[in-house]
């Protein structure tokens, strides 16, 4: 199998000598067995590997490229901008489910955000063997912190001289121990003259050192074993438990041993010893004595390699994680493609009779506009009948295809296809393309997950569907919800803007309005109410109601009759509201919160504050309770912001020092509709919000008549 991490760097890189370095720098200094470094792509939604060390080439298979969004430590990391520690494999299953299913391992990880002068480059990842301690102190956080600046400032350092390698550049760690000797031949000469067989293997799998008693027990030639894995250049050593072993001792850095069967009877103990230049293996002949059995063990049979199968067991994990069909279409882009050497794609649904494309890859806007819409039972292509079939279809090259398909090798000029029916509860779902710029051979290995994968790319695409079905109700229903335009008044500049949550499928209660009272007053109004559901959303409707039906009363009247209205309602859910009467004429505005964060003040000449306002309570509580009115000047040049919680309520910020922070942006010359963006990109600099946005910004200039 093809891997982008086993290809080392492609394309025109440059730059990448010091950071490599500055990455084996950071394993070395922390006392880590390996590590590397992922940069985030040029559209900020993905992260990159890009360069490796002391790391398996085909370990890494599958994590080459991930979602800024996943839920996996290197993503935490860089959304969060802190260190990640996981102490232990049990605490990786707890926490990252996904990682945990695909490196079943035990070590210890960390990751840092390379946080620069102005941005975040991406993420550091360090990983120690099992006998490494579950805990990392404050001084070893505050260290792999460091180590993560020190490689964002090479970064930047290295300025538009620093281009990424398309693909991983995997570095060997220099771990080994010194050794002497007085003659070069010495170390050979003492394991030939030993009973039992040595063999040495780099961080890869590959023999580098063979003695002639090992290849004996091997039973083939030293010439024929040099350089090869075991696993490949041995049929009878081709199983999973095999391989498994040695990416236990490469990623554990523990001894391993175990038994395996050389036809027809011949039983070998192997014993694997690693460090952090390689593994040392000891193997011998098995002896049995009475009572002396060896331990039962299959004999090889054809089947998927383990790095395969932990594969799939990653992509099945990471196929759960998705939420719509742009998710589905993205990781099989992102991560089924790489994984299986293929370069296009194609994923359709099955719609009225017809395979309408959902997504695509490596694929011309001519080409998939010829595709789209295809019936499903369509004799152009074989997508069609792998659908009604139920069956996976692979052509290795253009003359397969064309036998049964003369016009379909034309369409796109592609060399081998692989076919995967989508069918989920014998329902057919749609169809999954994958194809290949030149032959390819598809091996029974490759049939097989290829066949496991269409039917979890099944399910997801089923459940993604759905989700965004509703997800557009939802939308629709928000949409209608929420003032389609605001109303224009003279002297007031107006922006506004609502910005869902990252995740999640219900509709939300934020709401903001703005009511012009006459040419010179207006009443702004901002509020949030409790939950995500269809109750939430029908609820914020009837509270902009209420609102409406008595804006231009004093502002604790407002509040105080809406909350009569909601009383009367008895919705069992309770509002946070902000309600402000602005009166251009007389340069003033005054202002009742019913609990709702303050807003943020900004007058021509002073310092930008976030305005304190003696808050009432919220919406839903009782009835005839206070709402103090807080009045305060707003003369020409005053900027102020109303906003919902989700733009301050960021994890692992102190709330006062981030408001305190959008406050000063108020000062900047930027227009409302470009400040509201600042304001946002300020909190959620990733653009994934825990929670629903709503800003209304609000600049006054000089009143206008009407």
């Given amino acids: 199998m093809s891997s982008p991490a086993g290809k080392g760097p492609a394309g025109k890189a440059s730059g990448i000598g010091p950071l490599a370095e500055s990455v084996a720098l950071a394993v ?75 490196l079943p391992y035990q070590y210890a990880l960390a990751s840092a955000p390379l946080s620069g002068r102005s941005r975040s480059w991406g993420a550091l990842f360090l990983f120690w063997p099992a006998a490494h301690s579950g805990r990392a102190s404050p001084r070893e956080r505050g260290n792999f912190a460091a180590h993560g600046r020190r490689i964002a400032r090479v970064i930047e350092d290295a300025g538009r001289a620093f281009v990424p390698p398309d693909e991983p550049l995997m570095i060997p760690l220099d771990g080994a121990s010194e050794r002497f000797a007085l003659s070069t031949d010495a170390p050979a000469d003492l394991l030939e003259r030993l009973p039992e067989g040595f063999l040495a293997l780099d961080l890869q799998g590959r023999i580098t050192f063979i003695t002639g008693r090992a290849a004996s027990l091997l039973g083939r030639r030293v010439s024929r074993l040099l350089g090869t894995r075991p696993w490949q250049s041995l049929p009878w050593m081709d199983q999973a438990f095999v391989e498994d072993h040695y990416r236990t001792a490469v990623i554990s850095r523990e001894p391993v041993g175990f038994t395996v069967l050389r036809p027809p009877d011949t039983w070998l103990d192997i014993e694997l010893h690693p460090d952090a230049s390689g593994i ?63 370069d296009g794609m194609v994923l359709s649904a099955a719609d009225a009779g017809r395979l309408r494309i959902m997504g695509h890859h490596g694929y011309d806007a001519e080409t998939i506009e010829r595709l789209d819409g295809l019936p499903v039972g369509t004799s152009l292509t074989p997508a069609g009948e792998a659908l009604l079939r139920g069956i996976p279809l692979f052509f290795s090259d253009p003359d397969e295809l064309a036998r049964d398909y003369p016009a379909a090798p034309r369409i796109s000029g592609k060399q081998a296809w692989a076919f995967l029916p989508l069918i989920v509860d014998a329902r057919p779902v749609g169809c999954c393309i994958l194809t290949y710029a030149r032959p390819h051979t598809f091996t029974a290995d490759d049939r097989a997950i290829l066949t496991s994968l269409g039917g979890l790319v099944a399910q997801a695409l089923d459940r993604a569907r759905l989700y965004d079905a509703k997800l557009d109700l939802a939308h629709t229903l928000q949409q209608a919800l929420l003032p389609r335009s605001l109303p224009t008044l003279g002297g007031l500049e107006v ?102 964060v303050p807003p943020l003040l900004h007058r021509p000449g002073e310092r930008p504050v976030v305005l304190e306002i003696e808050p009432g309570p919220l919406l839903g509580i009782g009835v005839d309770l206070p709402y103090p009115i807080t009045t305060v000047p707003m003369p020409p040049g005053t900027t102020l912001a109303l906003y919902t919680d989700g733009l301050v309520e960021v994890h692992g910020t102190d709330l006062d020092r981030l408001t305190g922070e959008l406050a000063q942006l108020l000062a900047g010359p930027s227009r409302p509709a470009r400040l509201i963006d600042e304001l946002i990109h300020h909190s959620w600099p990733h653009g994934l919000p825990t929670d629903d946005i709503a800003v209304l910004l609000l600049k006054a200039g000089e009143a206008r008549g009407p």
Avoid: K
Avoid at 315 to 335: C, E, I, P, S, Y
């Fill in 495 to 596: 922006a506004a803007r609502y910005l869902p949550a990252g995740h999640g499928m219900d509709v939300g209660g934020d709401f903001y309005d703005l009511i012009r009272l006459d040419h010179t007053t207006a009443a702004a109004v901002i509020g949030d109410v409790q939950g995500h559901n269809m109750a939430a959303a029908a609820l914020m409707g009837q509270v902009r109601t209420a609102v409406h039906a008595t804006a231009g009363e004093r502002p604790d009247e407002v509040l105080s009759r809406t909350n009569r209205v909601l009383a009367d309602l008895e919705p069992d859910l309770l509002v946070s509201c902000l309600y402000a009467h602005i009166d251009l004429a007389h340069g003033r505005m005054s202002l009742a919160s019913a609990g709702h």
């Fill in 280 to 342: 040392s293996v000891r193997l011998d002949a098995r002896r049995s004595g009475p009572g002396d059995s060896p331990r039962a063990a299959s004999p090889a049979t054809p089947g998927a390699s383990v790095g395969r199968l932990y594969q799939l067991v990653h992509l099945a994990a990471a196929l759960t994680d998705v939420v719509g069909v742009q998710d589905v279409v993205d990781l099989v882009a992102v991560q089924i493609l790489p994984a299986f050497g293929a």
């Fill in 28 to 102: 070395r200094r922390t006392g880590a067995s390996g590590g590397g470094v992922y940069l985030v792509d040029g559209t900020g939604e993905n992260l990159r590997l890009t360069v490796g060390c002391g790391l398996p080439a085909d370990v890494a298979d599958s994590w080459w490229q991930v979602p800024v969004s996943a839920s996996v430590p290197v993503a935490e990391a860089f959304r969060d901008d802190r260190v990640v520690w996981v102490g232990s494999q049990g605490e990786m299953a707890l926490s990252y489910p996904q990682t945990a299913a695909a």
